[in-house]
């Protein structure tokens, strides 16, 4: 099994391993038919396919800068990758590749949106700490030999190095920031949810007027944005485009008997297992919440159809408890619940760059996907620069072009 997730781009950059305060919008539609603040009924019509932290931060921006804006998910909002992720953020990680700019974007954004929204609804954005440690099995008793770790850090460490400070690293909890912005979304600016499969997008004259859902629905749509996550090549008009493949991570939620114990601070592990087995790069990321969440152990695997059938290895859930006992006492068996079990799908390209833009050839049909193991750090710049684009033709906070879906035609 492939443990590492390797960032594909021709530049080095920094590599990130890898690896319901519920809002289910259960009825078919949840709606509000007209401009809450301007009372406008002629507003652009934007459908948004996909309800993960892309698809909702689309749709976020798009109803903020005043379109009628419906979101058609399949399953709940934030089902897939974007509730079951990490949720790290890092200002600089992805500099001196094609994602800096959208990176450093959003991860300023990240900090003004929990400005304007975390307060009252507590999705839990706090800078943090980040270590990279190493640990071996093998080596026995407690590390509190090693500089620089936190005392709740007690097993076999060998080493440990800062970063990412408080400044350049930081995090959310992925799946209440996303139900957040939608939320906000429906409820301030009076985008729609609808739990629907999208089957297929209706043009005319080369132009997107509607998409049309399973059992027939029609909705009619300006402009369309698919933001479908590991789940774009199933729909036949991207897959004749270019590739998205679904790289399969678990990961485990812990909640310690003593949270108190464990301070804001992200580890990212060089794991030797005993008996020389093969070294691994999980992740831990304590959680406001009191949680701590680990990650890794990621293989290549058929994505299924429904999200909801998406379900863990029992071996790689084995291996992650193991992971938690040997980094901390707090975090072993009978000292910590598992509150969840869970594995999802990173959204993978072929060049390992999103993609973002029009669709060469039918105007108003726009794709976003492919953000990997980085799409809750870029969510809210993706959004927000794809809003621009769909209401003004032109995006100004941050360059698309380098995301654009035309560089898989070949010319
Ligand atoms: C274990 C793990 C940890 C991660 N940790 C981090 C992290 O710490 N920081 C970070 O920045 N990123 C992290 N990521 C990456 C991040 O989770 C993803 O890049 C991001 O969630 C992708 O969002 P998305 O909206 O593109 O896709 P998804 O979240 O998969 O959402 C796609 C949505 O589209 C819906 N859909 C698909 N097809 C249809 C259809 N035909 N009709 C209607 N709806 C449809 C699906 O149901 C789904 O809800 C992690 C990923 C994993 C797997």
Redesign the pocket.
């Known amino acids: 099994m492939d443990t590492t997730l390797i960032y594909s781009s021709p530049i080095t950059i920094k590599l990130?391993p890898?690896?319901a305060t519920s809002i289910r919008y259960s009825s078919s539609t949840v709606s509000m038919s007209k401009s809450p603040e301007t009372g406008d009924d002629r507003r652009r019509k934007v459908v948004v396919?996909?309800?993960?932290?892309?698809?909702?931060?689309t749709a976020y921006f798009l109803a903020k800068s005043g379109a009628a804006v419906t979101v058609?998910?399949?399953?709940?909002?934030?089902?897939?990758?974007?509730?079951?992720?990490?949720?790290?953020?890092?200002l600089d990680w992805c500099d001196g590749g094609p994602v800096s700019s959208l990176a450093r974007a959003s991860f300023n954004l990240h900090r003004s949106l929990s400005d304007e929204l975390d307060g009252h609804s507590s999705y839990g954005y706090r800078p943090l700490t980040t270590l990279s440690v190493s640990i071996d099995e093998s080596e026995i008793g407690p590390s509190g030999r090693v500089k620089n770790l936190p005392s709740w850090v007690n097993g076999p460490a060998q080493k440990s190095n800062s970063i990412g400070t408080v400044q350049t690293t930081a995090?959310v909890h992925?799946q209440l920031f996303?139900r957040c912005l939608m939320t906000t979304a429906v409820e301030k600016y009076g985008a729609e949810v609808v739990i629907?499969?999208?089957?297929r997008v209706g043009f005319e004259n080369e132009r997107v007027d509607s998409v049309v859902?399973?059992g027939g629905r029609v909705i009619n749509a300006d402009s369309v944005v698919l933001?479908?996550?590991?789940?774009?090549s199933?729909?036949a008009l991207l897959s004749s485009l270019f590739r998205v493949y679904g790289?399969?991570?678990?990961?485990i939620v812990l909640q310690p008997k003593e949270p108190d114990a464990i301070s804001p601070h992200a580890l990212f592990l060089t794991y030797h297992p005993a008996q020389g087995g093969k070294p691994m790069d999980p992740?831990v990321?304590p959680r406001p919440t009191g949680e701590v969440y680990v990650?890794?152990m990621?293989s290549t695997e058929e994505v299924p159809d429904d999200?909801d059938q998406v379900t863990p290895n029992p071996e790689s859930i084995r291996m992650l408890k193991q992971v938690a006992g040997n980094v901390s006492t707090h975090l072993k068996e009978g000292e910590a619940q598992v509150k969840a079990e869970?594995?999802?799908?990173?959204?993978s390209t072929d060049d390992g760059i999103p993609v973002i833009g029009e669709l060469r050839g039918m105007k108003g049909c726009f794709v976003?996907?492919?953000?990997?193991?980085?799409?809750?750090?870029?969510?809210p710049a993706t959004g927000a620069s794809l809003a621009e684009l769909v209401m003004d033709g032109r995006a100004r906070l941050v360059d698309l072009s380098p995301f654009s879906p035309s560089r898989f035609i070949a010319i």
């Open positions: 990130r890898l690896l396919c996909g309800g993960g932290v892309i698809g909702v931060c058609v998910e399949q399953s709940s909002v934030a089902c897939a990758a974007s509730g079951k992720a990490g949720g790290f953020l890092a995090q992925p996303t629907g499969r999208l089957e859902l399973d933001a479908l996550g590991p789940w774009s199933k729909l790289l399969k991570a678990h990961s992740e990321y990650c890794g990621s999200p869970q594995a999802c799908f990173l959204p976003a996907t492919g953000h990997s193991c980085w799409g809750i750090l870029n969510g």
